[in-house]
C-alpha cells in the first residue's frame, strides 16, 4: 500500500497572513511538488499571482484548485472531495496537498471530511496551521479590518451573524496543530512572546507556536508535522456546529505586504550536531525528547548511528514526538551520529550540542 499523501490545512481571518505564508511555502518549497486547494471567492487574483514564483516542478497551474461554490466545509460531498479525487488521480501525484480555507471557515468539518470512502486510505491530514494577525490579538480584535469581516458575514444569509468573532476564533485555536503568530513586526518582543506563551496555555497540549512576520515560515516546520488529525477529532472541540460560507472576494491578505522589513528568517535557525555512535536506540530517542523539551525545538531530524546495528537509524521529531526507524545499510558513510536542529532565533546551540552529546 503506497504511503498516505499529507494535506496541511492553513485556517486563519481574513487579513492574518495565510496567503503570504503560502506563497513564502512554494518560494521556497526546495523541488517538492505541492498541490494547492483555495478556498476563494470571485477572483482568484491576487492568489494566482502566488504561483508565478514557485518554479514548474513545484506547482503547475494545474495543481491550483480553486473552490469557488462557498465554504469548503458547506460543500464537503460536491466540492471538496471530487476536487480531491482528482488531484490524487494526476500523474505524479502531489507531494503535499495545502489547503487554504476562507476567513470564517471552521477547520472541523474540514478535517472530518478526511475521514470521507475514497479519500481515507489515501490522503492524511498532516497538521492543522491557524495564522494568527498577532497586533489584531493583542488589541483584543482579532482581525486587523473588523469591518471588512463583519461585511463578509453580513454578505451571506446563511452565516450565524450572532456568534462573536472571539469563538470562531476559539474554533480555530481548539483545532491547530500549529499556531502561526504573524506580524510579529507590528509587536515588541515582549508582546509577541507574552502573547505566543497565552495561545500555548489556550491551545491542546503538544501544540506549537511560533512567531515570525510575513508568514516567513521555514517549509520543514510546517510541513511534516505527521499528525494525522482525522484519527484525533475528540480533542479538536467545536463550540459551534452551524454552518457558513461568506462570499468575499478580498481575503488577499493584503496588509501583510506594506511592512517594511529585512529579515524573513532571521527568526528561525538551524543547526548540525554529531556524535558517535549510541548504545542504546530506545535511551537516546528519550534522550533526545527531553532535550527537545527543555530547549523549545521545533524539529529534530536525522540519522543515527547504533551500537550493533548495520542499517542507520532515521530519527524525525516534531515537538516532543520523536518517530525511528532503520532504513538503509550505512555502507561507505562514516558511521555517525548526524542531527539537524530547527527552531526559532535564539537557541542555546552549546546546551543543545551537550545535551545531545551526553
Given amino acids: 500500500m503506497p504511503a498516505k499523501i499529507p494535506a496541511t490545512i492553513v485556517t486563519g481571518f481574513l487579513g492574518s497572513g495565510k496567503t503570504t505564508l503560502i506563497r513564502h511555502m512554494l518560494q521556497n518549497a526546495n523541488g517538492k511538488r505541492i498541490a494547492l486547494i483555495i ?3 470571485g477572483d482568484l487574483g491576487v492568489d494566482g499571482d502566488i504561483l508565478k514564483g514557485c518554479g514548474e516542478e513545484v506547482c503547475s497551474k494545474d495543481d491550483i484548485v480553486e473552490l469557488s461554490n462557498g465554504c469548503i466545509c458547506c460543500t464537503v460531498a460536491d466540492d471538496f472531495i471530487p476536487t480531491m479525487e ?7 501525484a502531489p507531494d503535499h496537498i495545502v489547503i487554504e480555507t476562507s476567513g470564517l471557515a471552521l ?5 472530518r471530511a478526511f475521514n470521507w470512502p475514497g479519500i481515507s486510505t489515501r490522503v492524511t491530514v498532516d497538521g492543522v496551521v491557524t495564522v494568527v494577525d498577532g497586533r489584531a490579538v493583542q488589541d483584543g480584535q482579532f482581525a486587523h479590518n473588523i469591518a471588512a469581516v463583519d461585511a463578509q458575514r453580513a454578505a451571506d444569509d446563511n452565516l450565524d451573524h450572532e456568534t462573536p468573532l472571539s469563538e470562531l476564533f476559539e474554533d480555530q485555536i481548539a483545532c491547530a496543530d500549529m499556531i502561526v503568530v504573524n506580524k510579529t513586526d507590528l509587536l515588541t518582543a515582549e508582546e509577541a512572546e507574552n502573547l505566543a506563551t497565552r495561545l500555548r496555555a489556550d491551545s491542546r ?4 507556536v511560533v512567531k515570525t512576520s510575513m508568514g516567513a515560515l521555514p517549509v520543514d516546520v510546517l510541513l511534516g508535522q505527521g499528525i494525522g488529525a482525522e484519527g484525533d477529532l475528540e480533542s479538536r472541540h467545536e463550540i459551534h456546529h452551524h ?5 468575499d472576494e478580498d481575503d488577499h491578505d493584503d496588509d501583510d505586504d506594506h511592512h517594511h522589513h529585512d529579515h524573513g528568517h532571521d527568526e528561525f535557525e538551524s543547526f548540525i ?19 527537545i523539551k ?15 546495528k548495520p542499517m542507520r537509524m532515521t530519527l524525525q521529531a516534531v515537538g516532543p514526538r520523536v518517530d525511528t526507524y532503520f532504513d538503509q545499510p550505512f555502507g561507505d558513510t562514516p558511521r555517525q551520529t548526524r542531527l539537524v536542529v530547527i527552531g526559532e532565533a535564539g537557541l542555546n546551540q552549546s546546551a543543545i550540542t551537550a545535551a545531545l552529546r551526553a
Fill in 205 to 208: 497540549d503538544g501544540v506549537q
Fill in 294 to 308: 527543555s530547549n523549545n525545538i521545533l524539529r529534530l531530524k536525522g540519522f543515527v548511528a547504533v551500537a550493533g
Fill in 243 to 247: 454552518h457558513h460560507h461568506d462570499d
Fill in 107 to 111: 477547520p472541523q468539518p474540514l478535517v
Fill in 86 to 92: 482528482a488531484l490524487l488521480a494526476r500523474n505524479p
Fill in 39 to 41: 478556498n476563494e471567492f
Fill in 273 to 291: 550536531v554529531t556524535r558517535d555512535e549510541v548504545s542504546d536506540a530506545g535511551a537516546f530517542a528519550a534522550q533526545v525528547s527531553a532535550v
